[in-house]
């Protein structure tokens, strides 16, 4: 592997968040009306993956002088318990230990947001939602000093929230929506010769390459990571021959670092999946990829997780957007799922 060709690796990271963003003014400008001491607006984001809806938002908070904010990751914070202490930590910057009670939790929470701003941000809540996330919610958009805290719900495509939570949670919390489209080539284009301005050295990249990756993928972060790829592989320019090389290196990064928070049941399931998928190109019954699992598992001398959890697991990688899942009620087996591999691109 050589690194000649980067004079900066930073912009070509995953969680490095530009100070310019590529166009998104009218988003830009709905956020910063919103969140903030002049607003009590509570917001729910949602749009595919890497229309920058976590970076967008990073950005406004970045943005907010007088204001406490909290930003919690709902894939590692996925009850309402881990994520109370989570914002109680962000808002005392000291650890919070286990010992607390849920309701000790949300009256120090309430103590906190009386005298500054407040702004969470709940990122990626389908995660919450798929334990107690309603009653989180239902919790911050009741608390005592809701004149001065924005919530901020952060979701996928396909969450529809009004319907994930309970009628009097969605009323009570009314988030104002906000719904990012999908970049179109000349937008990922754009994106892509911003961060190959920022991060490689002068004349080491083909417009072409960069117009190659922005044809394929609306996705900036599987662009971005595809650039690194290619940009830590390639000797003295990047060619569009070069980059058409590296795709599925770069497509397999772009899943690694996806699944990287997760466990090592969570890729050995994703594994199966996969391997079954090059067997076939209908549909995979869950009772495959257990199985599957099973074998991988046992091949490395791990022991297997209950259905129960896998189904669970399964779920997680449907949030992730790396696989599609169908479900069929009725029938001798009760609820099925069939699942489909998902391509990330475009
Ligand atoms: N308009 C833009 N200008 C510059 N960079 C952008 C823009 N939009 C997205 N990006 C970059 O693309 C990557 C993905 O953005 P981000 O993580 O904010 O998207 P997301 O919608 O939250 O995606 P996910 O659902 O996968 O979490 C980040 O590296 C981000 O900096």
């Not at 984001?45 to 970076?55: A, D, R, V």
């Not at 970045?62 to 919690?72: E, F």
């Not at 390639?234 to 670092?257: L, P, R």
């Amino acid at each position: 592997m050589t690194r000649e060709l980067i004079s900066d690796l930073e912009p070509l990271q995953p969680e490095s968040v530009p100070a310019d963003f590529v166009d998104r003014e009218n988003t830009k400008t709905a956020l910063s009306n919103l969140i903030g001491p002049d607003s009590s607006r509570n917001i729910h984001l949602q749009g595919p993956k890497g229309t920058g809806k976590t970076h967008l938002t990073l950005l406004q908070l970045n943005q907010l002088d007088q204001a406490n904010t909290c930003y919690i990751d709902c894939k590692n914070s996925d009850t309402q318990y881990k994520t109370l202490r989570q914002i109680l930590q962000s808002l005392t910057k000291e650890p919070v230990n286990t010992g607390y009670h849920t309701s000790d939790l949300q009256r120090k929470i309430e103590e906190r947001t009386g005298a500054v701003h407040t702004v969470i941000v709940l990122d990626e809540i389908e995660f919450l939602l798929e334990n107690d996330g309603d009653s989180l919610l239902y919790f911050l958009s009741r608390m005592k000093n809701q004149s001065k805290v924005n919530v901020i719900t952060i979701s996928n495509q396909n969450l529809n929230l009004q319907k994930q939570v309970e009628e009097r949670t969605f009323s009570s919390l009314q988030p104002y929506p906000i719904q990012l489209e999908p970049y179109t080539g000349e937008e990922v284009y754009d994106i892509l010769l911003e961060r190959a301005q920022k991060s490689l050295k002068p004349q080491t990249v083909q417009k072409s390459s960069l117009t190659y990756i922005a044809s394929t993928t609306t996705n900036p972060r599987l662009g971005i990571q595809w650039l690194k790829t290619a940009a830590q592989q390639a000797d003295k320019i990047i060619t569009e021959t070069h980059v058409q090389q590296v795709q599925e290196k770069a497509v397999n990064e772009y899943i690694n670092q996806i699944l990287s928070s997760f466990t090592e049941h969570h890729r050995l399931l994703f594994q199966a999946i996969q391997e079954l998928a090059e067997d076939t190109d209908t549909k995979i019954r869950t009772g495959a990829v257990y199985k599957r699992y099973q074998e991988l598992c046992q091949s490395q001398e791990q022991e297997s997780l209950s259905n129960r959890r896998i189904s669970d697991h399964l779920k997680q990688l449907e949030h992730l957007n790396l696989i599609k899942a169908e479900y069929h009620y009725g029938g001798s087996k009760g609820k099925t799922r069939e699942i489909r591999l998902k391509q990330p691109t475009p």
